[in-house]
Protein backbone atom coordinates (compact mmCIF):
# COMPACT_ATOMS: atom_id res chain seq x y z
CA UNK A 1 0.00 0.00 0.00
CA UNK A 2 1.08 3.21 -1.24
CA UNK A 3 1.81 5.91 2.04
CA UNK A 4 0.22 9.31 1.68
CA UNK A 5 1.15 12.86 2.91
CA UNK A 6 -0.16 13.39 5.90
CA UNK A 7 -0.77 16.55 7.80
CA UNK A 8 0.01 16.29 11.64
CA UNK A 9 -0.85 18.15 14.97
CA UNK A 10 2.11 18.89 17.51
CA UNK A 11 -0.25 19.08 20.25
CA UNK A 12 -0.41 17.06 22.96
CA UNK A 13 -1.99 17.08 26.14
CA UNK A 14 0.32 17.66 29.17
CA UNK A 15 0.45 15.81 31.85
CA UNK A 16 1.45 15.92 35.65
CA UNK A 17 2.96 12.40 36.40
CA UNK A 18 3.84 9.88 34.40
CA UNK A 19 5.09 10.51 30.50
CA UNK A 20 2.85 9.55 27.27
CA UNK A 21 4.06 8.95 23.63
CA UNK A 22 1.58 8.57 20.79
CA UNK A 23 2.80 7.74 17.09
CA UNK A 24 1.96 10.61 14.31
CA UNK A 25 3.43 9.15 11.75
CA UNK A 26 5.28 6.11 10.04
CA UNK A 27 6.56 5.40 6.85
CA UNK A 28 9.30 2.80 5.96
CA UNK A 29 12.12 4.92 6.22
CA UNK A 30 11.05 7.21 9.76
CA UNK A 31 9.04 7.24 12.65
CA UNK A 32 7.08 10.45 14.07
CA UNK A 33 5.94 10.20 17.27
CA UNK A 34 5.03 12.77 20.46
CA UNK A 35 5.97 12.43 24.02
CA UNK A 36 5.16 14.20 26.97
CA UNK A 37 6.87 13.87 30.19
CA UNK A 38 5.62 15.34 33.67
CA UNK A 39 7.73 18.02 35.07
CA UNK A 40 11.73 16.67 36.48
CA UNK A 41 10.51 13.16 34.03
CA UNK A 42 12.46 11.89 30.95
CA UNK A 43 13.95 9.08 29.71
CA UNK A 44 16.99 8.80 32.20
CA UNK A 45 18.32 5.65 31.25
CA UNK A 46 21.52 6.28 28.72
CA UNK A 47 20.59 4.65 25.17
CA UNK A 48 21.79 4.54 21.48
CA UNK A 49 20.34 4.48 18.58
CA UNK A 50 22.62 2.28 16.08
CA UNK A 51 20.50 2.48 12.80
CA UNK A 52 18.50 5.62 12.80
CA UNK A 53 19.35 9.74 13.80
CA UNK A 54 17.38 11.20 15.57
CA UNK A 55 15.48 14.62 15.46
CA UNK A 56 13.87 16.57 18.77
CA UNK A 57 11.86 19.28 18.55
CA UNK A 58 10.71 21.23 21.73
CA UNK A 59 7.18 22.59 21.88
CA UNK A 60 7.29 23.81 25.00
CA UNK A 61 9.53 24.37 27.79
CA UNK A 62 12.94 23.13 27.86
CA UNK A 63 14.75 19.94 27.70
CA UNK A 64 18.08 18.69 28.50
CA UNK A 65 19.79 15.99 26.63
CA UNK A 66 23.10 13.51 27.45
CA UNK A 67 24.82 12.11 24.55
CA UNK A 68 27.14 9.90 26.86
CA UNK A 69 30.77 9.30 26.45
CA UNK A 70 33.02 9.49 23.13
CA UNK A 71 34.69 7.40 21.82
CA UNK A 72 37.61 8.08 24.09
CA UNK A 73 36.29 7.74 26.63
CA UNK A 74 35.71 11.71 27.62
CA UNK A 75 31.96 12.98 28.98
CA UNK A 76 29.72 13.40 26.24
CA UNK A 77 28.09 16.47 25.58
CA UNK A 78 24.91 18.45 27.93
CA UNK A 79 22.46 20.27 25.50
CA UNK A 80 19.45 21.86 26.42
CA UNK A 81 17.15 22.89 24.27
CA UNK A 82 13.77 25.82 24.84
CA UNK A 83 10.64 25.64 23.44
CA UNK A 84 10.85 25.99 20.07
CA UNK A 85 14.33 24.85 19.56
CA UNK A 86 15.58 21.46 18.26
CA UNK A 87 18.29 18.94 18.46
CA UNK A 88 19.80 16.16 16.11
CA UNK A 89 21.36 13.06 17.65
CA UNK A 90 23.48 11.32 14.33
CA UNK A 91 23.35 7.55 14.14
CA UNK A 92 27.08 7.72 15.25
CA UNK A 93 26.55 9.29 18.73
CA UNK A 94 26.98 6.38 21.06
CA UNK A 95 23.98 7.49 23.20
CA UNK A 96 21.89 10.00 24.54
CA UNK A 97 19.27 10.69 27.41
CA UNK A 98 16.67 13.15 27.93
CA UNK A 99 15.81 14.93 30.82
CA UNK A 100 12.73 16.40 31.08
CA UNK A 101 12.73 19.49 33.43
CA UNK A 102 10.28 22.45 35.33
CA UNK A 103 9.49 23.21 32.15
CA UNK A 104 10.65 20.62 29.87
CA UNK A 105 11.00 19.00 26.66
CA UNK A 106 7.99 20.29 24.72
CA UNK A 107 6.59 20.97 28.26
CA UNK A 108 6.78 20.46 31.50
CA UNK A 109 7.71 23.09 33.92
CA UNK A 110 4.18 22.62 33.51
CA UNK A 111 4.77 19.31 31.60
CA UNK A 112 6.98 18.52 28.76
CA UNK A 113 6.42 18.04 25.13
CA UNK A 114 8.49 17.05 22.23
CA UNK A 115 7.93 15.89 19.06
CA UNK A 116 10.71 12.98 17.95
CA UNK A 117 11.41 11.85 14.32
Known sequence: ???????????????????????????????????????????NALHSHTKEDHIFLVLQGTAQFNTGRANNGERGQELRCRAAGGLLLPVLQLGHRALGHGAHRGGPGQSGSAAES
Do not use: F, N, S, W
Open 1 to 43: MEKQAKVVQLKTQLVKEGHTRTMLAETDLMTLRIHCYAPGIGE
